[in-house]
């Protein structure tokens, strides 16, 4: 019998017993009871009783993350558990909808975000605001946890979390964040950041996925532009922390460095922006460029978009590299792989001419990318080299160009195989390179990603794994 129903027969029992021993002294203890009941519930103090179920659900998931940590690892027991680099929350919502998308009633999803400054200015801001950001991601219906640290640059703050974030087994095992639209135009140092994480990741044994959207992802700007007030510019307002832009015909505010955080109740109830990942996709396709075996995590992601509802009409299409003269072998060596996996995926497509030189224009427009990232150093020896680079480590040396040069025009070609299979999918994943750690500098690399990336109208989703499998044959 269920405790919840042998507490009330035993309550129900002791009534009984109560008026059979002394009814009008039982009497007199419920009407004290109903008294005190009527008297708390007309003045309606505000105070939290607490709760017993509270400490009981505690307890319970402490003994079952203690527990979890004594089950060894095992292939078929993978879950994708995601450490999101949002910042606030709400100012990503995409990104928080595509992870919570495949994480929902799964695995772990944490929402990651860096507070860059003095600590003792900072740490304030992180108590209250947590609260805050925890009841906006309830309000939007994600099931996922929200943490922050105190850092004194990004990347510093971000290996933090990716060290320290989780307990126990539940400890993510994928990075994912947004892809950096402005690095062109952004300071070296983030640039250099930004690609840093990205081989943090990868040290600590992560996966990575990134995504991009032809629209970007940060909702600030866009509610800026529309002439609307953030909630952290609201606040600050009045405080009397904030300045005006320099330009008038935009309410763009920026905020003083020690504007105060907003009440949490505040950014709870403020308007939730809508996402594409919150729309049914009908019967569009998603799309999979499987180009490397990096441990199924490019196959398994949207196999695991696939089982929800909203993207449940969508055709799964998986494209990989191959040659013309044995185009049906190889279809049905992959079609035989897939069916192994167990993951329902039969359109494959071979891509024989994935190797061919990218048209002249195209690549005349890569050359133009990474020129003002380009050393111009007529190939003089390592030691020259270095000496000129001294203090921008991003610079692309003429060594660097030619020796990625293969490497650069695949990127070339692969986005105009995108625009010619995908241009009206519902979702693109596809394996991203790598660029090997001293190797190959920031700015090449950025310019292979947006090489890639670029002048796509559906999302995009560049996933690698850690070389860990994640996937296993029916026969494991």
Known sequence: MPLKWAALFGAAVSVVIMFLLTWWAALIAFGIVIFLLGYVLYKK???NWGSSMQASSYNMALNYSVGLS???EHIKNYRPQCLVLTGPPNFRPALVDFVGTFTKNLSLMLCGNVLIGPRKQKMPESRLMADGHTKWLTKRKIKAFYTDVVAEDLRSGVQMLIQAAGLGKMRPNILVLGYKRNWRTASPQSLEDYVGILHDAFDFKYGVCLMRMKEGLNVSQVLQAHGKWFWVARDAQRHGMCQPAPCPQTKV???HPLAPAVDPTTLASEHQASTIFQSEQGKKTIDIYWLFDDGGLTLLIPYLLGRKKRWGKCKIRVFVGGQINRMDEERKAIVSL??????GFHEVHILPDINQKPRPEHI???DELIAPFRLNDGFKDEATVNEMRQGCPWKISDEEVDKNRAKSL???????ILLDYSRDAALI???PPIGRKGRCPSSLYMAWLETLSQDLRPPIILTRGNQENVLTFYCQ
């Open 253 to 255: 505010t920026v905020l």
């Open 364 to 366: 005349k427009r890569f």
């Open 429 to 431: 994943a596809i394996t």
């Open 45 to 47: 103090p505000d105070v």
């Open 70 to 72: 004594e089950v060894d």
């Open 338 to 343: 897939l069916s192994k996996f167990r993951l």
């Open 410 to 416: 695949r990127q070339v070609r692969l986005n105009e």
